[in-house]
């Protein structure tokens, strides 16, 4: 069944069991939302140096933007913030593929459990789910670190 | 099949409806449950636009020549079939629009822009309710931080219903407009027209009233209403998407100003002043959306062919029904009346803690189509403390047996994410 290929069992441990969720001290806030959905974020981030220290989140939305939330606290806390935009891109360019990308490898080492997003690439309506956090966590890292080019809502 | 007192002959009317036979997902029998989103549309809706782009395609109201005059007498021909619909005293109360967005943001402008005894300004209310359409919340949003003008509410009472104990107080010698939806398009409610027109006539407020989910779906009677205004739009109601309609009432329209500018609209125009052409092309500037207004008109042929009282009578019967079996779905819960008493056939529920995008997305696995989010209506979803609602929405093709198509999905859907 094509279902299986979206709510991955990785996918649904994380929606049922997420990681790192409710709020705590961050050095920026961000709040974004999917106006098509009505899915919810508000994440903070907190930085030591050039580290992530903690992302933290409260939300509300689907099985998939609430899984993606944790599998990406999961993912990027205690990374450099170099590695971590690069798991970020790696995610976005994942999401946008319309299912066109096969993780090899390579993708999957650097996404970890967010390769068994793969398939919610391919329902066009559900991608702005599953980047909704990570778009804010964008969002929040260029404010908590400058915030020169900080980027608004995702949607 | 179950068979229901009041059902419609379903199986030949299908038959007019060519896209109720697709199937999508590898081999699922399409359910088109979100009706109340669009309708679908009869072969004689799709013969109608098609044969006016084959053999009449002109622009109105400027030509001579013979496709000119004929694309014209089916354009005012649709007016005509609009008019008599909505038992509109003249043709001439009856602006056609791009939708009903369109025509609320047009009678909001309207007011905007009047003189007395009309004017909206700092001084003067606007009354709205808690239930209505983001069409029908942001124009006036819009109008009064223009003006100044406040903006006030009627809300909601836990049943789904206008809590109007306080109507004394909402509507009042400064309320200048109360607009508010005739059918709730995520609750389903039918609202009491009369109790609210009859505080708003006491005070001389003028009244406009949504009729986007109430158009399609029963016999609509603007002089019964007594309202100054309706609005509704063409493509709920078997006609094509790009036209709706405003009625508003003959005098109103002569006195208030034009909103959009263009030609089509005008009397003469100079350099230093223009004057207007009479309502209703006052009120249409460019060229408009002629082959859907021919298409609407069509529409309505095709609704009347069947009978609008015939039409809620089905789907009154198809409420009742979905109604009762959705209450036996454990964890299930109807946001909205939970009968189908002074009920349209939208109907809005949560299921447990499962999120409307899963329930909806295993749904159209399944090949049932039905609508998930707050369907821009998110002041409902506060009040209702909820982030979203499935939605399931029923039209005079539908069936039974597609409720019950639901249900099961439904099951699927619990056992899924149990």
């Given at each position: 069944?094509?279902?299986?290929?979206?709510?991955?069992?990785?996918i649904?441990?994380?929606?049922?069991?997420?990681?790192?969720?409710?709020?705590?001290?961050?050095?920026?806030?961000?709040?974004?939302?999917n106006?098509?959905?009505?899915?919810?974020?508000?994440?903070?981030?907190?930085y030591?140096?050039?580290?992530?220290?903690?992302?933290?989140?409260?939300?509300?939305?689907?099985?998939?933007?609430?899984?993606?939330?944790?599998v990406?606290?999961?993912l990027?806390?205690?990374?450099?913030?170099?590695?971590?935009?690069?798991?970020?891109?790696?995610?976005?360019?994942?999401?946008?593929?319309?299912?066109?990308?096969?993780?090899?490898?390579a993708?999957?080492?650097?996404?970890?459990?967010?390769?068994?997003?793969?398939?919610?690439?391919?329902?066009?309506?559900?991608?702005?789910?599953?980047?909704?956090?990570?778009m804010?966590?964008?969002?929040?890292?260029?404010?908590?670190?400058?915030?020169?080019?900080?980027?608004?809502?995702?949607? | 099949?179950?068979?229901?007192?009041?059902?419609l002959?379903?199986?030949?009317?299908?038959?007019?409806?060519?896209?109720?036979?697709?199937?999508?997902?590898?081999?699922?029998?399409?359910?088109?449950?979100?009706?109340?989103?669009?309708?679908?549309?009869?072969?004689?809706?799709?013969?109608?636009l098609?044969?006016?782009?084959?053999?009449?395609?002109?622009?109105?109201?400027?030509?001579?020549?013979?496709?000119?005059?004929?694309?014209t007498?089916?354009?005012?021909?649709?007016?005509?079939?609009?008019a008599?619909?909505?038992?509109?005293?003249?043709?001439?109360?009856?602006?056609?629009?791009?939708?009903?967005?369109?025509?609320?943001?047009?009678?909001?402008?309207?007011?905007?822009?009047?003189?007395?005894?009309?004017?909206?300004?700092?001084?003067t209310?606007?009354?709205?309710?808690?239930?209505?359409?983001?069409s029908?919340?942001?124009?006036?949003?819009?109008?009064?931080?223009?003006?100044?003008?406040?903006?006030?509410?009627?809300?909601?009472?836990?049943?789904g219903?206008?809590?109007?104990?306080?109507?004394?107080?909402?509507?009042?010698?400064?309320?200048?407009?109360v607009?508010?939806?005739?059918?709730?398009?995520?609750?389903g409610?039918?609202?009491?027209?009369?109790?609210?027109?009859?505080?708003?006539?006491?005070?001389?407020?003028?009244?406009?009233?949504?009729?986007?989910?109430?158009?399609p779906?029963?016999?609509?009677?603007?002089?019964?209403?007594?309202?100054?205004?309706?609005?509704?739009?063409?493509?709920?109601?078997?006609?094509?998407?790009?036209?709706?309609?405003?009625?508003?009432?003959?005098e109103?329209?002569?006195?208030?100003?034009?909103?959009?500018?263009?030609?089509?609209?005008?009397?003469t125009?100079s350099?230093?002043?223009?004057?207007?052409?009479?309502?209703?092309?006052k009120?249409?500037?460019?060229?408009?959306?002629i082959?859907?207004?021919?298409?609407?008109?069509?529409?309505?042929?095709?609704?009347?062919?069947?009978?609008?009282?015939?039409?809620?009578?089905?789907?009154?019967?198809?409420?009742?029904?979905?109604?009762?079996?959705?209450?036996?779905?454990?964890?299930?819960r109807?946001?909205?009346?939970?009968t189908?008493?002074?009920?349209?056939a939208?109907?809005?529920?949560?299921?447990?803690?499962?999120?409307?995008?899963?329930?909806?997305?295993?749904?159209?696995?399944?090949?049932?189509?039905?609508?998930?989010?707050?369907?821009?209506?998110?002041?409902?979803?506060?009040r209702?403390?909820?982030?979203?609602?499935?939605?399931?929405?029923?039209?005079?093709?539908?069936?039974?047996a597609?409720?019950?198509?639901?249900?099961?999905?439904?099951?699927?859907?619990?056992?899924?994410?149990?």
């Open positions: 069944m094509k279902l299986d290929s979206m709510y991955q069992e990785v649904l441990d994380h929606y049922k069991h997420p990681h790192g969720r409710g709020l705590r001290d961050g050095d920026a806030e961000v709040h974004h939302v106006p098509t959905c009505g899915d919810e974020i508000t994440l903070r981030v907190k030591d140096g050039t580290t992530v220290e903690d992302v933290s989140y409260e939300g509300q939305g689907c099985s998939i933007s609430q899984a993606s939330a944790s990406l606290n999961e990027l806390v205690g990374k450099d913030l170099s590695d971590a935009q690069q798991i970020q891109e790696t995610f976005l360019e994942l999401m946008q593929s319309k299912g066109r990308i096969e993780p090899d490898d993708m999957e080492e650097v996404l970890e459990d967010a390769v068994a997003f793969a398939g919610v690439s391919k329902y066009p309506a559900r991608v702005k789910c599953a980047l909704l956090s990570w804010a966590w964008k969002d929040a890292t260029a404010q908590a670190l400058g915030g020169a080019d900080a980027e608004r809502k995702t949607a | 099949m179950t068979q229901l007192p009041g059902l002959d379903v199986e030949a009317i299908r038959k007019d409806f060519p896209i109720l036979d697709r199937q999508v997902h590898d081999g699922q029998k399409l359910v088109y449950l979100d009706n109340a989103a669009t309708s679908q549309k009869p072969r004689q809706v799709l013969d109608a098609s044969e006016y782009y084959e053999r009449y395609n002109a622009n109105v109201h400027r030509g001579v020549h013979v496709l000119a005059e004929e694309a007498a089916l354009y005012e021909g649709a007016r005509d079939k609009v008599a619909f909505i038992n509109a005293p003249s043709r001439d109360e009856v602006i056609f629009t791009k939708n009903a967005s369109e025509s609320l943001n047009l009678v909001a402008n309207m007011l905007g822009w009047a003189d007395e005894p009309y004017r909206v300004d700092a001084e209310e606007i009354v709205i309710t808690e239930m209505e359409h983001h029908n919340i942001v124009p006036w949003q819009l109008l009064a931080q223009r003006t100044g003008a406040k903006l006030k509410w009627f809300g909601l009472t836990d049943d219903r206008l809590d109007l104990s306080n109507i004394d107080e909402i509507i009042t010698e400064k309320t200048k407009i607009s508010f939806v005739l059918v709730s398009n995520i609750l409610t039918v609202n009491p027209v009369e109790a609210i027109v009859r505080r708003a006539q006491e005070v001389g407020a003028l009244v406009c009233i949504d009729a986007s989910q109430a158009a779906h029963m016999p609509l009677d603007v002089q019964a209403l007594q309202a100054d205004f309706v609005a509704f739009t063409g493509h709920k109601m078997c006609g094509p998407t790009g036209i709706g309609v405003l009625w508003g009432r003959q109103l329209l002569e006195d208030l100003p034009p909103f959009l500018g263009g030609g089509e609209m005008i009397e125009v350099m230093h002043s223009s004057t207007y052409a009479p309502a209703p092309h009120f249409e500037a460019g060229t408009p959306p082959a859907q207004a021919v298409g609407l008109g069509a529409a309505i042929d095709y609704l009347n062919s069947i009978g609008m009282d015939k039409i809620l009578a089905h789907e009154h019967a198809l409420t009742e029904y979905a109604v009762r079996k959705l209450n036996e779905v454990p964890d299930l109807i946001i909205g009346p939970t189908a008493e002074d009920r349209g939208a109907i809005s529920f949560t299921l447990g803690d499962i999120h409307p995008h899963d329930v909806g997305q295993v749904l159209d696995e399944q090949g049932i189509a039905v609508r998930v989010g707050h369907h821009c209506a998110r002041p409902v979803c506060l209702y403390g909820i982030p979203a609602t499935t939605r399931a929405s029923f039209y005079l093709y539908s069936t039974p597609e409720i019950d198509a639901l249900v099961e999905g439904l099951e699927h859907v619990r056992n899924f994410f149990g």
